[in-house]
């Protein structure tokens, strides 16, 4: 995330990507929201999907598949990345999107 000033966050949207499914609840996704201010996503980067809130990974050809076990305790063991991860799992939560 970025300081947009004021204490505000810019979130920069990358896109189109190609067309892709969450395979957790079938949401389509055609475009990607950058909450690191890193640039554009690369393969093996982590996303989540806006519906239900699954943890996905950009796969070489940037769809998305759910992210491993090992990937979860990996993102896990980063305590600053695994709070962003939860803190948008909360808000997807809280607009009453579909999760299970």
């Known amino acids: 995330m970025q300081d947009g000033g004021a204490g ?7 896109g189109p990507l190609p067309e892709s499914r969450c395979p ?23 996303s989540i999907c806006l519906n239900c809130g699954q ?6 050809d940037f769809t998305l598949r759910k992210v ?4 979860i305790a990996d993102l ?3 305590a600053s990345q695994w709070a962003v991860i939860e ?10 999107h579909s999760h299970d």
């Open 87 to 96: 803190k948008a799992q909360r808000i997807i939560y809280a607009e009453g």
């Open 8 to 14: 505000v966050t810019e979130i920069k949207k990358f």
């Open 24 to 46: 957790q609840c079938s949401y389509k996704m055609t475009g990607a929201t950058n909450c690191t201010g890193s640039g554009a996503p690369f393969p093996g980067d982590v």
């Open 55 to 60: 943890i996905l990974c950009f796969q070489d």
């Open 68 to 71: 491993n076990a090992a990937e």
């Open 76 to 78: 896990m063991s980063d």
